[in-house]
């Protein structure tokens, strides 16, 4: 009876294996406790630390309780042994109490160390330490700045711990791709780490593809292929005091994902956007995104992106506009943008909010573009149809000698031309067909039927997708200027070349 109750105390707890697992934090079956909530996301360091204590104050009462339980039953055990002097059970017994209480004792398992030295390619040895659940990974720089090679991409495990230590740097050879992670890549962390990919082919240095509760922090990305991309539903990734250096595409993309969030990045010479949302993603958070050169946009929101937030970020010398928001049900606040080559913000999309901001010495290339000439401006364009947009409480100046920012606040006339049989057309184009808005997804000549319907349709000889919709008239419309200041203007504070008569504050 005795021997039987012994069993089942183990068994019970999974074995004395699962016991130490679980008082480490690598197992946390039956703890109560969700395990996401052993990686606390998020950037903040208050935030971080305060979850982590959360957390394993829960754990460690849980375990105190069960490990107690369990040990009360061991001795109960242990007495019915000794008393029928069955010594040999009574001394494994006493052996398996000795490791229980060792368990307790082993509060996190001796850390997997890299070593990354000069000219060393560490592509094995990190493989071989970045397991499913495994101690933390350190990348050891030695001397600290010390650069190693990389000559493979890396499958990011499930509950993955990587800091670097000592400032390592990664150059990337055969792959630009330095990190990878899938379904199963989940509750990770990596910090502390610079990847060089000058040499290597044009690829996202991390690449992450429906992955989910992780976090990138003090990264440094140089001369990526691509920069960080999250694709395919990724969701709550916190990247965090991020650092890209002349990306050859962009710094941050995300695709289709929702729930991220970018705090505290440093975006220069990037030849695309600085941060670029496309397809659907929303809920997505940025926060202190900042550029000093930037080949397109520092934050740009594509069609179909919706409900995202962006926030206490600056913009300088970008190639385009300094923002531009196409998708619907932004939030934007203080935002700030100098000498970009097209206006300060561009607001294509419908039913966005910008509170807070200053937008001095823009549209430097307005003679390329007639549209880059506002601080402000509301634009038709990339499918967007700039209606039901608010901008409150925002200054808009230029203090140049010779005055490039030509307009304050712009609204420009309607921007798409209605469909028409007989007309050639290339992938890419735009029309209406009555309220609604497509874009061709092949080349060739028009039909003789408009599209129509929701989803892909043909006109009888071109593939067309509906991708937004007008509210009652085909203008930029019900776009609202509250509370902005205008210093000076080459040309005018604001102007309206809409015909629309819901505007307010435009003219």
Not at 101 to 108: E, N, R
Not at 245 to 260: A, F, M, P
Not at 264 to 292: E, I, K, M, Y
Request: charged share 20%; with cysteine.
């Amino acid at each position: 009876m005795a021997t039987t109750k012994f069993l089942q105390a183990v068994g019970g707890m999974g074995g004395m294996g699962a016991v130490r697992r679980a008082v480490r934090g690598r197992h946390v079956s039956g703890s109560g406790v969700p395990r996401a909530a052993f990686r606390p996301k998020g950037c903040s360091t208050k935030e971080r630390t305060q979850a982590a204590r959360s957390v394993a104050t829960s754990v460690q009462t849980r375990f105190e309780k069960r490990i107690r339980s369990k040990a009360f039953t061991f001795c109960t055990a242990g007495t019915t042994l000794a008393r029928i002097n069955v010594w040999p059970r009574f001394a494994a017994l006493s052996l398996a109490c000795f490791w229980l209480a060792l368990a307790g004792c082993q509060a996190t398992a001796a850390p997997t160390v890299v070593l990354c030295g000069a000219g060393q390619d560490v592509t094995e040895a990190l493989r071989a330490a970045l397991r499913p659940e495994g101690p933390e990974v350190i990348l050891r720089a030695v001397p600290n700045g010390a650069t190693c090679s990389l000559s493979r991409s890396l499958m990011i495990p499930r509950g993955l711990n990587l800091a670097g230590q000592g400032h390592p740097v990664l150059r990337l050879s055969e792959t630009g791709n330095a990190f990878r992670g899938d379904q199963r890549s989940r509750n990770f962390s990596i910090s502390g780490i610079a990847i060089d990919g000058s040499d290597a082919p044009k690829a996202s240095a991390i690449a992450l593809r429906g992955s989910s509760d992780g976090r990138l922090a003090r990264l440094r990305l140089i001369r990526p292929g691509d920069g960080i991309v999250l694709a395919e539903g990724s969701h709550d990734i916190a990247i965090c005091d991020l650092e890209v250096v002349e990306s050859r595409q962009h710094g941050v993309t995300i695709r289709d994902s929702r729930g991220n969030a970018v705090n505290g990045a440093r975006l220069d010479g990037q030849r695309g956007f600085g941060v670029v949302l496309v397809g659907t993603s929303h809920d997505n958070r940025l926060d202190r995104l900042s550029t000093r050169r930037s080949g397109l946009e520092l934050v740009g929101m594509t069609v179909g992106t919706h409900n995202n937030t962006l926030e206490n970020s600056s913009a300088n010398n970008t190639g385009d506009n300094c923002y531009s928001i196409t998708g619907s049900n932004n939030r934007l606040r203080n935002l700030t943008g100098d000498r970009c080559a097209g206006s300060g913000i561009t607001l294509y999309g419908s039913r966005n909010t910008l509170e807070g901001g200053r937008f001095t010495n823009n549209a430097q290339r307005h003679d390329v573009r007639p549209a880059w000439a506002g601080g402000v401006s509301f634009i038709q364009g990339f499918g967007g149809v700039a209606q039901g947009n608010t901008v409150r409480d925002v200054t808009v100046d230029d203090d140049q000698p010779r005055p490039t920012q030509q307009v304050g606040v712009l609204t420009t006339a309607a921007g798409y031309q209605a469909w028409r049989p007989g007309v050639a057309v290339r992938t890419g184009h735009y029309t209406h067909s009555g309220l609604s808005l497509y874009v061709s997804r092949s080349s060739g000549v028009t039909g003789t039927r408009p599209p129509f319907g929701p989803g892909r349709v043909s006109d009888g000889a071109v593939v067309w997708e509906l991708v937004n919709s007008f509210e009652g008239t085909l203008q930029p419309d019900g776009n609202t200027v509250e509370n902005v200041q205008i210093g000076r203007a080459a040309r005018a504070p604001r102007e309206d070349h809409s015909a629309s008569q819901h505007n307010i504050g435009t003219r």
